[in-house]
């Protein structure tokens, strides 16, 4: 990392994006990923401590381009990647609550991954960092 930099980014503060129904959403990802959804005002949200992320993990930024097809057929110009504790599982409850579960699966020195399309059609993937040795 650059140090000379003033005012540098020292990692990402959140992921925000727009539900037709974010109360509907936010209980959606609460029931089937345990998320511990909170009112903030209008919005709904939840807050994830670096401490309790797997040692292995990591936040990664990456710029795709335009043309990718990494996204699905959506059109979606982002996509959010969570860290799991464990991927099948985590796959088995987003499909109890009725998202669409891709069949495709990641297997790399760096973790698992897997992917599911939520209730607003927005395709999200799933890593479950490699256990520490």
């Known amino acids: 990392m650059n140090e000379a930099i003033k005012g ?26 345990g998320f511990q959804v909170e ?3 209008d919005t709904r949200g939840t807050s994830f401590s670096p401490a309790d992320m797997p040692p292995a993990s990591f936040t990664v930024w990456s710029a795709f ?3 990718t097809e990494y996204f699905g057929p959506s059109g979606q110009g982002y996509m959010i990647n969570l860290v799991v504790d464990n ?10 609550g009725g998202a669409e ?4 699966r990641e297997d790399h020195d760096f973790g698992r991954f897997g992917w599911f ?17």
């Open 8 to 33: 540098r980014v020292l990692g990402v503060g959140g992921i925000f994006f727009r539900s037709s129904d974010p109360a509907r959403l936010g209980s959606w990802y609460q029931e089937h990923l």
């Open 39 to 41: 009112e903030w005002g």
């Open 65 to 67: 381009a335009a043309k």
């Open 87 to 96: 991927l099948d599982a985590a796959l088995e409850n987003v499909a109890a």
């Open 101 to 104: 579960v891709l069949e495709e």
């Open 117 to 133: 399309v939520d209730p607003d059609g927005n395709r999200v993937e799933l890593w479950e960092p490699p256990e520490e040795e």
